[in-house]
């Protein structure tokens, strides 16, 4: 059977068979969609978007998108999620012609996955106009740092202090700066290591690129969950999670940050 996009009003598209949105993904999506939203539209580039299924979601608002994924797995979903869209292009390697041609950076939950953070920022926003946006999230709190982080290829977790000494030294100024996730995310990720500690998904490559390509894709667990996430009670008890996060974003208390940062003139 040809696998099919599929739309939820609440989680965005999802792929059944293949991939479906995470509680932390839906969580941290409904942040970083209502932030960019209240952006003027323009030319966007994702910095490994995964599966695509947030830049389905920018596409239809009609952001003009590419996303920058080297992941073969996640290649292959990402096709199938914005398939037929004309406002969407996907490539595994970055251009000459991206130099300052971008009003937006989108980067979610990849810098922790890269040994050298700073060069790659600096990378990044080399891509953006001077006054364009880098929209970045990170998984927070170094203490936190386990299994579930190994599993997924993380080299770290970031500190508050640490993230903003970062972005502000990559030619950046910080205009918003929230938590996200709290408790849900908190939660889905204690209960994953949990899972990764007592299930085959404890099994991981020591190659940490082999492991960032997996975690983007892989929804053993969360397919499970997918059904419950789903149905009445799952439905209501998320929208509830999203309305408690935001009460709580200006804390400290969730499981990833959101930056929204200014391209410096010089």
């Known amino acids: 059977m040809t696998k099919s996009v599929q739309n939820d009003k609440d989680y965005g598209g999802y792929i059944s068979d293949s991939w479906v949105p995470a509680p932390r993904f839906a969580m941290r999506r409904q942040r970083v969609l209502n932030l960019l939203t209240s952006y003027p539209?323009?030319?966007?580039?994702?910095?490994g978007p995964g599966a695509g299924s947030l830049m389905r979601d920018l596409a239809l608002e009609e952001f003009s998108c590419i996303g920058y994924e080297t992941a073969t797995e996640a290649r292959k979903i990402f096709q199938l999620m914005t398939e037929g869209m004309g406002n969407v292009q996907l490539t595994g390697r970055p251009s000459e012609s991206w130099n300052a041609h971008f009003d937006y950076i989108l980067s979610c939950e990849v810098l922790e996955h890269i040994e050298d953070d700073?060069?790659?920022?600096?990378?990044?926003?080399?891509?953006?106009?001077?006054?364009?946006?880098?929209?970045?999230t990170v998984p927070s709190?170094?203490?936190?740092?386990?299994?579930?982080?190994?599993?997924?290829?993380?080299?770290?977790?970031?500190d508050k202090d640490v993230l903003i000494s970062l972005i502000e030294r990559s030619g950046l100024s910080i205009i918003h700066f929230e938590t996200y996730g709290f408790p849900l995310a908190n939660i889905s990720s204690f209960v994953l290591k949990t899972l990764i500690k007592r299930s085959s998904l404890k099994q991981k490559s020591n190659d940490k690129r082999t492991a960032t390509a997996r975690s983007g894709v892989e929804r053993t667990?969360?397919?499970k969950l997918y059904r419950f996430q789903t149905n009445l009670l799952g439905r209501s008890l998320m929208r509830i999670a999203f309305k408690t996060q935001y009460l709580f974003r200006n804390t400290e208390l969730g499981d990833g940050f959101i930056v929204v940062a200014k391209k410096n003139a010089n």
């Open 41 to 47: 539209k323009g030319k966007l580039l994702e910095i």
């Open 118 to 136: 700073k060069a790659a920022l600096k990378s990044w926003v080399s891509y953006l106009k001077v006054g364009g946006l880098a929209i970045i």
């Open 141 to 158: 709190h170094s203490r936190k740092f386990g299994p579930s982080d190994e599993w997924a290829g993380h080299c770290r977790r970031y």
């Open 221 to 223: 667990a969360e397919g």
